[in-house]
């Protein structure tokens, strides 16, 4: 059997050739990683975590029409996505202050945003992802004018589906990051939702008991990262409720 030709190796997750021509295989490492990887560890079963609840997450933004990259699971790590020219930005969408805005703007964390806030850093992990205005990116040529206004609105598209979602059962979408790519239908390129959506893209806290179900676990040493994320799954349906994580060989529903 020959190798796959790997194209590319994150933080979390490494890209295969697909196995169609413009398809990708996207493959969910067990690695976690904060502060730009200074902090670093491998939590059992979290890729396999991720891979699941991404699905879960693209695929009901299939079902709302808002397009995105997934195509289909492979397996309980691997997903076949669809090759796309990635928008030097990650999209940031913020409805209660939290993290990185909190301490900028000596904001309370967990205090309630006026409106969701969309704000954009520049993907580029040796400058630490830098927040960055719409103007740097027209004058850079990152994305158009029309592509940003498009982005944003598809932002805000996403953030109503995940909020409404979340919910649905007891977790408050505090904020998430999504990345967006073109793909071009002839010379003409469509912007589409890629990368994932997954708790390590997202802060998720309990609406009861403000317990962290996101990746603010690992960063903060609040508990097991794989626990929280299994609970997530669990609550979306995506595992049964009577299974708890274990190490090895979280139980997930095909």
């Given amino acids: ?21 413009g398809t990708i295989v996207q493959y969910f490492k067990d690695d976690a990683t904060a502060f730009n990887a200074e902090k670093k560890d491998v939590i059992d079963g979290k890729g396999v975590l991720n891979n699941r609840l991404s699905e879960f ?4 933004l299939t079902q709302l029409g808002i397009p995105n990259h997934f195509i289909k699971r492979l397996n309980m790590r691997e ?22 805005m909190a301490k900028r703007l000596g904001l309370e964390e967990g205090t309630p945003l006026p409106r969701p806030i969309v704000e954009f850093s520049y993907k580029d992990d040796s400058l630490g992802d830098p927040l ?25 598209r996403v953030n109503d589906y995940l909020s409404g979602v979340m919910y649905g059962v007891g977790i408050k979408l505090v904020d998430f990051k999504i990345e967006m790519g ?9 912007l589409i939702v890629a990368d994932e959506i997954s708790p390590d893209s997202c802060r998720l806290w309990d609406m009861e008991t ?20 299994t ?15 274990t190490p ?3 139980t997930l529903i095909n």
């Avoid at 719409?134 to 932002?155: H, L, P, R, T």
């Avoid at 073109?182 to 003409?188: A, I, N, P, T």
């Avoid at 403000?210 to 097991?224: S, T, W």
């Avoid at 609970?231 to 994580?245: D, F, K, Q, Y």
């Fill in 182 to 190: 073109r793909v071009y239908e002839g010379d003409f390129p469509r």
């Fill in 57 to 60: 997450f693209m695929t009901g």
């Fill in 132 to 156: 960055v205005p719409e103007e740097y990116i027209a004058a850079f040529g990152w994305a158009s004018q029309q592509e940003m206004d498009e982005i944003v609105s598809m932002a805000l």
């Fill in 231 to 245: 609970e997530v799954a669990r609550r979306l349906g995506v595992m049964p409720s009577n299974v708890t994580h």
């Fill in 1 to 21: 059997m020959a190798r796959r030709k790997k194209l590319y190796e994150g933080k979390a997750k490494i890209l295969y050739e697909g196995t169609e021509p």
């Fill in 210 to 229: 403000g317990q962290k179900l996101d990746k603010d676990v690992f960063r903060r040493d609040l508990g097991n990262l794989a626990d929280a994320y």
């Fill in 79 to 100: 997903q076949l996505v669809r090759a796309v020219e990635i928008v030097p930005l990650e999209i940031i969408v913020r409805n209660v202050a939290a993290g990185s």
């Fill in 248 to 250: 090895t060989k979280p």
